[in-house]
């Protein structure tokens, strides 16, 4: 019986487990800045129609940042909780790559799972956006690229 090609691609996203490649952190943050300029350049609309924003999403799952068993909810990779880093940016610059990985997840499971329920001015994309936790994640696994 032959396969096709098809049959041969896994669609299942990462696991935690699966260390990261750096040339996947660097792509997602590639992806993570082109949303970020989309966003600041974008008049008012809708967040979804931004081709930046679908790459994004996208990406997150190819990049191994949504895995298959992260635990989507208030304890992170750390211990921390996700609801209080959410609301403190600032404190993104301190925590480990596996922890902002697990964010990302979060993150992106959210609006998922939300998406045809909610206002898109609602959604955990676009309030990290506002709010400053995108920008504060691109800034981290900035830094720890640039620790090798």
Do not use: W
Not at 68 to 87: M, P, Q, R, V, W
Not at 121 to 140: D, F, M, P, V, Y
Request: hydrophobic share 40%.
């Amino acid at each position: 019986m032959a396969t096709t090609a098809a049959s041969e691609l896994d669609r299942r996203p990462f696991f935690k487990r699966s260390r990261l490649r750096e040339y996947q952190v660097s792509l997602f943050l590639r992806l993570m800045q082109e949303l970020l300029e989309a966003r600041r350049r974008a008049a008012a609309g809708t967040l979804s129609a931004l081709p930046e924003y679908g790459r994004f999403i996208e990406g997150a799952y190819g990049c191994g940042f949504v895995t298959t068993d992260f635990a989507t909810g208030d304890k992170l990779a750390n211990g921390e909780s996700y609801e209080h880093i959410k609301n403190r940016p600032q404190e993104v610059q301190y925590l480990p790559l596996q922890t902002v990985r697990h964010m990302v997840h979060s993150l992106v499971r959210a609006e998922r799972s939300n998406f045809e329920m909610v206002d898109e001015k609602e959604g955990t994309i676009n309030q990290a956006l506002s709010n400053g936790l995108l920008a504060a994640i691109a800034s981290r696994l900035e830094m720890i690229l640039n620790e090798r």
